[in-house]
């Protein structure tokens, strides 16, 4: 039995035959506990069988159905109607990225960043062949960043990525942190000077967008300050190592 009526006021754009984008409304029936995307596959299913978004798991854990739903990058699976306290829901396509069809996005450019920072374990030569234990604390420094699940949603609001296309973004260089901060890995070094750039960590503008939409809490910025600071320790070391070579020259 329905508990009342929403209204869904739905972006619509289909390249094919469509000049603009443009905003179509369904009146959602609603049952207790209903997610938004129940909500969508309920238009799909009744009013509009065109009507194309992403979808899988349903549990939170595949990332497909990122959304802006209300003006806030969601999972439309996580996002129960009764919590939005609105009776028009606005659902939108993800920012940052191309509109391929409705709610679909084109998440090649999120992917192709991904893909730069080498997201596998790439193991010290000294373990390569026989098993490395880790300790609790070794696992510790590197769980925070393990529940990323590539939903896009970090790269989708970042405004970094909106000014700066080659900008690698906040899901891969949360990626990136997770292996720097595994004691297995043994490229951490390579891993952070190929990202001292203002295309790596230095593009980031420190605005903290990514951990407010992160539907798994990942600290992306604290990722990113860390892998800067490393950088920076790193330059003072090298020119602290040159402090006695030049004050030998001067007194020869």
Not at 24 to 47: P, S
Not at 151 to 176: D, Q
């Amino acid at each position: 039995m329905a508990e009342g009526i929403a209204l869904f006021d739905v972006y619509r754009f289909n390249p094919e035959k469509d000049s603009g984008p443009h905003r179509k409304k369904y009146e959602v029936e609603l049952q207790k506990n209903m997610t938004v995307l129940d909500g969508l596959r309920q238009v799909q299913e009744r009013r509009d069988g065109f009507l194309a978004f992403r979808a899988s798991c349903q549990g939170g854990q595949c990332g497909a159905c990122a959304m802006r739903i209300n003006g806030r990058v969601r999972l439309a699976c996580e996002t129960r109607i009764e919590t939005l306290g609105k009776h028009v829901i606005h659902i939108d396509p993800l920012p940052n990225l191309t509109v391929i069809r409705d709610l679909v996005v084109d998440m090649g450019p999120f992917w192709q960043s991904y893909e730069q920072i080498r997201p596998w374990l790439s193991p010290d030569v000294h373990h390569v062949e026989r098993e490395h234990p880790q300790a609790p604390g070794d696992r510790e420094r590197m769980d925070a960043y393990t529940g990323c699940i590539l939903c896009g949603a970090c790269y989708a609001v970042c405004p970094a990525v909106r000014r700066t296309p080659w900008f690698v973004g906040p899901a891969a260089l949360a990626k990136v942190f997770r292996f720097v901060a595994d004691s297995r890995d043994g490229d951490a070094g390579e891993r952070i000077e190929a990202l001292n750039s203002h295309a790596g960590v230095w593009g980031c503008d420190t605005t903290f967008c990514c951990i407010r939409v992160c539907p798994k809490g990942v600290p992306t910025t604290h990722a990113i300050t860390a892998m800067r600071r490393k950088l920076v320790m790193k330059k003072i070391k090298g020119i602290l190592s040159l402090i006695p070579l030049e004050r030998e020259s001067t007194t020869g």
